[in-house]
């Protein structure tokens, strides 16, 4: 895609009550193949304060902010947005190198209206998203899309833009109102995705944009993903069945809800996540979240104006223009860690530090503030979670096996 015109983006992250993970995160954007954009955080004071501490925010756009809605948030992001295009991502989630050049790319098509990538999970690895559509209830419908090339559908295919990793022309997020404030947590960009469906276009899957998503503690689950409050669920659910669904599919979708949070809480209580003492009070912050949806005032949101604000280019310099793999044992490693950050203080090369010990653990991965990305397992154990449990590899070939999986989302090359 061209570095100027439509090349230009601004990359909008909401954050509450978690500057750890911004501390984290931000730091991977100055890794961004694709250097023609602005940042833009929308953040609570402890957030803007570590964006502050890390040297960067002469770089970006920051608006405080500190309620628990994120439409709301988002759309403070939408109103500074300068660019033609708008990326959205999460504070706990890391973008790969090519990320946004990949999201990005679809719209040099005019008809493409938004575009979404895969999302990895916590452990780096694994899939948590992949292509997904939703229905007029709001339910999910797995799409069987190609790994490695773009798919594009019509946005009356209502596919789901998930708002970790996904953008959109801003002219067209901005003509419907961007997110809807009704929707304070949960289907906040189904909304749109089902309000952008009748405009006609173009949606586009991009697999290789990709990022990690952490699932940090909020204000509705603990960091092991327990639910501690479902209201914002049943609130959001009411809100979406009114809007888009048939008045004859609302209770049987109401109904599917319930039977789901049942599921999702039995599920926590196994994993001993959460104590069956824990599920009244849930089932009841449920039933009270659809009782305030099903009654909330619900009009769609007044068209967004343009940005008031200059664009302000986040990069600086040159980005990564290849990727290195580098292997090292178990003792080896705080030597090859420093040598590793050391080199990647430059910014022009992409490292991963694979580090290997001779036993079965599974891989997991993680991105180093410091400007890498370093991954831990056994030479014998498994990355990806549908190999065997045990396989006899030697080093060399290991390294060249992850590596080749590795290149094709990570490499500037690629």
């Known amino acids: 895609m061209s570095e100027s015109g439509e090349g230009r983006a601004s990359v909008i992250i909401v954050s509450r009550g978690r500057p750890d993970e911004l501390r984290r995160n931000l730091p991977a954007f100055r890794f961004q193949t694709h250097r023609n954009f602005e940042l833009i955080l929308v953040a609570d004071p402890a957030g803007l304060e570590a964006a502050r501490a890390l040297n960067l925010s002469h770089r970006m756009k920051l608006v405080e902010f500190d309620e628990a809605n994120i439409s ?108 809807d404030p009704a929707f304070r947590f949960f289907l906040d960009e189904t909304d749109v995705t089902h309000r952008l469906a009748p405009t006609g276009g173009k949606t586009a899957i991009v697999p290789l944009a990709q990022v990690h998503h952490g699932f940090a503690a909020n204000a509705t689950r603990r960091a092991n993903r327990a639910p501690t409050d479902l209201a914002p669920i049943g609130r959001s659910a009411a809100l979406f069945l009114r809007r888009h ?132 397992g056994g030479l014998f154990g498994r990355s990806e979670r549908t190999e065997p449990v045990f396989r006899f590899w030697r080093r060399t070939a290991r390294l060249a096996r992850e590596g080749a999986r590795i290149a094709c989302f990570r490499s500037p090359e690629s």
């Open 72 to 179: 709301q948030a988002r759309n403070l992001g939408l109103a500074e947005a300068a660019a033609p295009l708008v990326a959205f991502i999460d504070d706990d989630a890391t973008p790969e190198p090519p990320w946004l050049s990949r999201l990005l790319a679809p719209f040099d098509a005019p008809e493409v209206n938004a575009s979404t990538g895969f999302v990895r999970g916590r452990n780096g690895i694994s899939f948590q998203w992949q292509g997904v559509a939703t229905d007029e209830t709001g339910a999910d419908i797995a799409l069987d899309v190609n790994e490695s090339e773009t798919t594009l559908l019509p946005s009356a295919r209502c596919v789901k833009t998930h708002g970790t990793n996904c953008a959109f022309r801003r002219e067209s997020l901005a003509r419907i109102g961007g997110f």
């Open 245 to 376: 669904c048939p008045e004859d599919r609302r209770d049987p979708a109401l109904v599917a809800l319930r039977e789901g949070q049942k599921e999702r809480l039995a599920l926590h209580r196994n994993e001993r996540r959460l104590n069956a003492e824990d599920e009244p009070a849930l089932l009841a912050s449920l039933e009270a979240g659809i009782s305030e949806g099903l009654s909330a005032p619900l009009s769609d949101p007044p068209p967004f104006g343009p940005s008031q604000t200059p664009f302000l280019p986040f990069s600086e310099g040159p980005g990564p223009t290849r990727h290195e793999l580098r292997g090292c044992t178990f003792f080896g490693y705080r030597k090859a860690l420093a040598r590793a950050r050391a080199d990647a203080a430059s910014g022009d090369t992409v490292i991963t530090l694979l580090r290997l010990s001779r036993t079965t653990r599974f891989h997991a991965s993680r991105f180093d503030p410091a400007g890498l990305w370093i991954q831990r």
